[in-house]
Structures are given as structure tokens and as C-alpha cells.
């Protein structure tokens, strides 16, 4: 069973890696354009800070976080709208998004045990929420870092954004309308740096299996890479129609990224 403090701490470091990069930029440097259709730097930010608030609610007021969905005017732009919503001069915009998250980890820090909190379509344990949280915090960091021409070291960290896009598999075939299977699936990453430790996640005895660095699978399991262009090697039908369809973020599919020109091949298979 994950720490919920260890946890919590993770996604402290994570967070204050992005804020490290976004807390320098010039005014320019948060209106620089990112890979996700007409979002800057400044709408990343904004939508973690809008997200960590809505998280706030369901921690905390679950009336309120139903009024916020149905009260949106157009559902399928709740995502949009709520980085729209949160938009502000960069030093304000920042000062939101610090606050909101230490507040937020506070929230599921003192949540108690086994309860679930409300979600977009399902329900989350404080666990599974600070979860999430981190992994949406490293995929949006993906997306400033590469709007400002860095690349970012993976971290271990990346264990929890692996975790969790294994135990989403379900999730990512019911988004894309598609029956869940039922065979199992192993997944074998190998971890970042030069320790050669490798992160299993299902039965090691299943027929169907993913194996590849495990960057490049939470890459693929958030939507920032297609699979054409990442070293994952599905064997078995199901762990190869699982690379097309993971997803693990809740809601509808995302647009997902489209292979690059210079590698167009299908994800390597077996």
C-alpha cells in the first residue's frame, strides 16, 4: 500500500519542479504556446491551480464540487473553461496555484481513512486523488518544459504516473467506447537512471505484456507521446490495442498526439 504522506511529499517535489520552471519567465515566457491547442504556459498553470481547486472541493464539500460540474454552461469545455477561468498576471496566477496546492495537500492529508472522494465520472480514495494529481502535475510540467526547449531528467517519481496508468487499462478502453478485455496484462518498465531496476505491475505469468522504459509508457499512458515514436513493445492482442486506447486521466479520450513524420510505423509489436 502507497504512503499517503510519502505520497504527498512526492507530489510536493514535483509541483516545485515545475514551479522552478515557471517561476523565472518573463511575461513573454508565459504567453509561449504549448504543445496542447492553444494553451500557453500561463493556461498549464492555470489549469492545475483550477483542478487542485475543484479537488479542494471534493475534499471538502461535495455539493460544491456537483454545483461546479453542473453548473457549467457547456460540459465539454469544462476543462478549457476552468483554465480560462483561473488565467491572471503571472506573479498572481502563481501565488494561486501554490496556495491552492498546499492547500489541497492539507485537504488529503486529513481526510479520513477509506473514504471516497467525488470525481468526473467515478469516485477516488485521498490516495488515488494525490495520485492523480501528481501525474497530471508531471504531464503538464512535459508541456511547459517543452514549450521552453528543455528536457526534463525522469525521476522515480515517475512510479506513481507508471502505477497508475496500469490500473487505469479498464478506464482507457471504456473512454474509447470499446469492451474492457479480460485478459491480464503484465507490464515490465525499466526505471530511470543506471540502477537497471525494473517496475512490474499485473501476473507474471499473463500472455499479454508491455515492456519498454518506463518514461516512455507514462508518456503514452497521459497522451504526450503516440506510440510510434516511444520504445514500448506490446506482445499480445490486448496489451496491443491497450497502447492505443491508455489513458489515464478521467473523462472523454484526449485528442492524443500524432507520430512524428520521420517514424510513422504502428508501435512495435509481437
Known amino acids: 500500500m502507497v504512503d499517503l504522506t510519502a505520497l504527498l511529499a512526492d507530489l510536493a517535489a514535483e509541483s516545485d519542479q515545475l514551479d522552478a520552471l515557471v517561476a523565472p519567465l518573463p511575461p513573454q515566457g508565459w504567453a509561449r504556446s504549448t504543445p496542447a491547442p492553444n494553451w500557453t504556459v500561463a493556461h498549464q498553470i492555470a489549469h492545475?491551480?483550477?483542478?487542485?481547486?475543484?479537488?479542494?472541493?471534493?475534499?471538502t464539500d461535495a455539493d460544491?464540487?456537483?454545483?461546479?460540474?453542473?453548473?457549467?454552461?457547456?460540459?465539454?469545455?469544462?476543462?478549457?473553461d476552468g483554465a480560462e477561468s483561473f488565467l491572471a498576471p503571472p506573479a498572481e496566477l502563481l501565488e494561486r496555484w501554490r496556495t491552492g496546492?498546499?492547500?489541497l495537500a492539507a485537504d488529503l492529508a486529513a481526510a479520513p481513512?477509506?473514504?471516497?472522494?467525488?470525481?468526473?465520472g467515478t469516485r477516488m480514495s485521498p490516495t488515488s486523488m494525490a495520485t492523480a494529481r501528481l501525474m497530471e502535475t508531471w504531464a503538464h510540467g512535459?508541456?511547459?518544459?517543452?514549450?521552453?526547449?528543455?528536457?526534463?531528467?525522469?525521476?522515480?517519481?515517475?512510479?506513481?504516473?507508471?502505477?497508475?496508468?496500469?490500473?487505469?487499462?479498464?478506464?482507457?478502453?471504456?473512454?474509447h467506447g470499446r469492451d474492457v478485455p479480460t485478459a491480464p496484462v503484465r507490464v515490465e518498465l525499466a526505471a530511470?537512471?543506471?540502477?537497471?531496476?525494473?517496475?512490474?505491475?499485473?501476473?507474471?505469468?499473463?500472455?499479454?505484456?508491455?515492456?519498454?522504459?518506463?518514461?516512455?509508457?507514462?508518456?503514452?499512458?497521459t497522451q504526450r507521446r503516440h506510440r510510434a515514436d516511444l520504445a514500448l513493445v506490446a506482445t499480445g492482442p490486448v496489451a496491443d490495442e491497450w497502447l492505443d486506447v491508455a489513458q489515464a486521466f478521467a473523462g472523454p479520450p484526449g485528442a492524443k498526439r500524432a507520430a512524428t513524420a520521420v517514424n510513422e510505423r504502428a508501435g512495435a509489436t509481437r
Open 142 to 175: 512535459e508541456d511547459v518544459a517543452e514549450a521552453l526547449g528543455l528536457t526534463r531528467t525522469p525521476t522515480v517519481r515517475l512510479r506513481h504516473v507508471a502505477h497508475l496508468g496500469f490500473r487505469t487499462l479498464g478506464h482507457g478502453f471504456t473512454a
Open 48 to 59: 492545475l491551480a483550477w483542478t487542485d481547486h475543484v479537488a479542494h472541493l471534493a475534499a
Open 113 to 120: 481513512p477509506g473514504e471516497k472522494l467525488p470525481w468526473y
Open 192 to 221: 530511470p537512471g543506471p540502477g537497471g531496476e525494473v517496475w512490474a505491475f499485473g501476473p507474471a505469468d499473463a500472455a499479454d505484456r508491455v515492456s519498454g522504459p518506463a518514461l516512455d509508457f507514462c508518456l503514452l499512458v
Open 101 to 103: 496546492r498546499a492547500t
Open 64 to 80: 460544491a464540487f456537483y454545483a461546479s460540474v453542473t453548473s457549467a454552461p457547456d460540459p465539454t469545455r469544462l476543462v478549457d
